[in-house]
């Protein structure tokens, strides 16, 4: 595609749910990488793909959090039994490869828990 | 359509002066700005934001200065160290419109020593 696609834009779920977030990035980049923004926050790394493998789970929250990759390219991101603490921004971002400093990031999924 | 721009894709500075990056944006509903920095091999970190409230703020030898009727804003680096050297991003998002990012594509700063 033409850039980095997530769904959905916005998300309300009920606190308890579970919700699916999805990236589908540029075609033919290699490194995938979902971030969360809290508003006043800092850019929060979750998780980080090269191909299909996640060398790197240790900004995962808590084991609500796991994320899967297939084929190199499209990746979900699940949050299970969803608490308030999880509002925030999710984005994905990708580039070429990990080692690459152009990074092209989607728009966001803003996920509201009430 | 991009909505946020960065024009000059590469930036060269001694050390010691003054880098300045530059962002245009299009849409007027954007009122909260953010600038990221991105290493290589390393995912991009949170630099400084400003909401459109303000026309400047600034964090150390950070500044970024907000041109709400010109959609322009930048980023000063003073004194700009070789440290510095990354790819820095804008972003722009209308936080009571869906909250969704708009990224530019970056401009890579190289401070010389």
């Known amino acids: 595609g033409a850039g980095v696609s997530q769904s959905p834009s916005n998300k309300v779920t009920e606190k308890g749910k579970d919700v699916e977030l999805r990236c589908d990035p540029i075609s033919g980049h290699t490194a995938l990488y979902w971030y969360r923004q809290s508003l006043g926050q800092g850019l929060e790394f979750l998780i980080y793909f090269q191909g299909n493998s996640a060398p790197d789970k240790s900004g995962l929250p808590s084991d609500r959090f796991s994320a899967e990759r297939t084929g190199g390219s499209v990746s979900t991101l699940t949050i299970q039994r969803t608490q308030q603490e999880d509002s925030a921004v999710y984005l994905c971002?990708?580039?070429?490869?990990?080692?690459?400093?152009?990074?092209?990031f989607g728009q966001g999924t803003r996920l509201t828990v009430v | 359509d991009q909505q946020v721009k960065q024009n000059s894709p590469s930036l060269s500075v001694q050390e010691g002066r003054i880098s300045i990056l530059n962002c245009d944006y299009t849409?007027?509903?954007?009122?909260?700005f953010l600038w990221y920095k991105k290493y290589p091999a390393e995912g991009p970190t949170f630099l400084i934001s400003i909401s459109s409230i303000k026309d400047k703020n600034e964090d150390g030898r950070f500044t970024v200065f907000l041109n709400k009727s010109a959609k322009h804003l930048s980023l000063h680096i003073v004194p700009s160290q070789p440290g510095d050297s990354a790819v820095y991003f804008c972003a722009a998002l209308a936080l009571n419109t869906g909250n969704q990012f708009y990224f530019g594509t970056g401009t890579s700063l190289t401070v010389i020593p």
């Open positions: 849409n007027s509903m954007f009122d909260y």
């Open positions: 971002a990708s580039s070429f490869s990990w080692s690459s400093t152009e990074a092209f």
